[in-house]
């Protein structure tokens, strides 16, 4: 099983739709996660960090479940612009110290279409 | 706003040759990653920096790569004999000091390497 999984896509929406995506981690020691953005061939860039408590940004909302080990990302009212890929990251701290590696998914691509 | 800069944007090479990818880090940042992207696939970790050692590396980083922080503010990547898998974006990233859990890697734009 891969250590971060992410549903390929793609997801084609229409401007101001509310998409999903979801990402599942395997390895329970895994301590920080995080959702980044990459646009084509660039680098990526932090979107959000997700918290247990879930945190929202915006038209952006990230949630953890712990248990069931997946974080999600919500966007509300797509626009244009939100089109890319959408990366989960997982810092994993095995044995104790963690120096801050990320372990990411393969993405998730996103259009947004008029 | 400070950030991460690679040089050469791009770079070809022949198989069987030496490369060195460099990168500024943003200058009060104390952990330096490198990663790597195959064209269509995933972001991969290489190695991570720190305290002028390494602190972690995958599998991928053999004995045909070494990284080095030669003057305090360079974080140089070194492919000693180039193969044709090795072609990939190649990230440079850096996280100031504290807890992994909070604190954001910065990425650099990239250096493309193209080994023919």
């Known amino acids: 099983r891969k250590e971060v999984e992410q549903d390929p896509g793609p997801f084609n929406v229409p401007e101001g739709a509310t998409v999903a995506f979801n990402c599942t981690y395997s390895?329970?020691?895994?301590?920080?996660f995080f959702w980044y953005r990459q646009d084509c061939r660039k680098e990526p860039k932090l979107l959000m960090s997700v918290y247990s408590s879930g945190n929202e940004d915006g038209r952006f909302t990230a949630q953890l479940n712990r248990a069931s080990q997946y974080i999600s990302l919500l966007i509300r009212d797509s626009k244009l612009s939100d089109s890319a890929t959408y990366l989960c990251a997982v810092n994993i701290n095995a044995g104790g110290t963690s120096y801050g590696k990320l372990t990411f998914g393969q993405g998730t691509i996103l259009t947004v279409h008029p | 706003e400070p950030e991460v800069t690679q040089t050469p944007s791009h770079q070809v090479t022949q198989m069987g040759q030496e490369v060195i990818l460099r990168c500024v880090p943003i200058s009060n940042h104390l952990y330096f990653y490198w990663y790597r992207q195959i064209l269509g696939q995933k972001v991969e970790f290489l190695v991570s920096f720190y305290n002028n050692e390494i602190s972690e590396k995958s599998e991928i980083f053999d004995d045909q790569f070494s990284v080095e922080r030669p003057d305090g503010s360079n974080f140089t990547l070194k492919i000693r004999s180039t193969k044709l898998e090795d072609s990939a974006m190649y990230f440079c990233a850096s996280r100031d000091r504290g807890p992994a859990s909070i604190n954001e890697q910065f990425f650099g734009p990239g250096t493309r390497l193209t080994v023919l």
């Open positions: 390895n329970s020691a895994s301590q920080s």
